[in-house]
């Protein structure tokens, strides 16, 4: 089946600097990328829609300049959190859609841990 | 904007039947996923309905009314391993391009 990638798996980085993440579809093209971020013992929260080639749209609430979105291929989407505090420490997450004669399934990357000391 | 509702949490018992209902309000409707998700791991995908009906897969079936924005996740014959949190997406397009938005989420513990 599809298999979506994301790295990396766990990172701890210094409060003031960035971290970037990446999500990638190994066997299919995805025009569609979504990342979100998960709290402890919280549902999944969207934070942007990355479409290939064109800007993130991103949900209210959810700061551009510090959640940099890029999706220069159809395979490849990346998160940057540009200078990390603690509070940004959470479970990011990425999935691609993949879009087959009517059937339509959305797969999930393994999911990025961030902590920020 | 979405509006997803599901029940925080329920209890079922090992070989049992459980149904985990979604309810949703949202313009340009395009489909509705379940997810199962493990504490700490990513989502696995379960199911996707885009028309009204009822589909299975094995053990489990989902089931899509457009019309009343319902659905529901069927589990039959639970076994312990089912204990997870089962997520319901509403993926809908928005100002020209498409999102998946979860619900809360709906904690299911299976007893023996």
């Known amino acids: 089946g599809a298999v979506v990638s994301q790295h990396p798996s766990w990172v701890i980085c210094k409060s003031g600097t960035s971290v970037k993440i990446e999500c990638r579809s190994l066997?299919?093209?995805?025009?569609?990328m979504f990342w979100y971020r998960q709290f402890p013992k919280q549902s999944l929260m969207l934070m942007a829609t990355?479409?290939?080639?064109?800007?993130?749209?991103?949900e209210q609430g959810v700061e551009k300049d510090k959640f940099l979105i890029n999706h220069a291929s159809l395979t490849l989407s990346t998160l940057t959190v540009t200078s990390a505090h603690p509070e940004d420490s959470s479970f990011y997450i990425c999935?691609?859609?993949?879009?087959?004669?009517?059937?339509?399934?959305?797969?999930f990357g393994e999911g990025s841990w961030l902590t920020v000391v | 904007g979405q509006n997803i509702d599901q029940p925080t949490e329920m209890t079922a018992t090992e070989g049992a039947i459980v149904q985990i209902n979604c309810t949703y309000q949202?313009?340009?409707?395009?489909?509705l996923f379940w997810y199962q998700q493990h504490a700490g791991e990513a989502p696995t995908f379960l199911s996707y309905?885009?028309?009204?009906g009822l589909e299975e897969k094995g053990r489990f079936s989902s089931f899509l009314s457009r019309s009343k924005g319902y659905s529901y996740l069927l589990l039959k014959e639970l076994q312990m391993k089912d204990s997870a949190s089962y997520l319901c997406?509403?993926?809908?397009?928005?100002?020209?391009?498409?999102?998946?938005?979860f619900g809360t989420g709906t904690k299911l513990q299976v007893i023996p």
């Open positions: 309905n885009v028309l009204d």
């Open positions: 066997d299919f093209q995805a025009t569609t």
């Open positions: 999935s691609a859609a993949l879009v087959v004669g009517y059937g339509n399934t959305i797969y």
């Open positions: 990355s479409n290939e080639g064109s800007k993130a749209t991103y």
């Open positions: 997406a509403v993926r809908a397009r928005s100002g020209g391009y498409q999102k998946v938005t």
């Open positions: 949202t313009s340009g409707f395009n489909g």
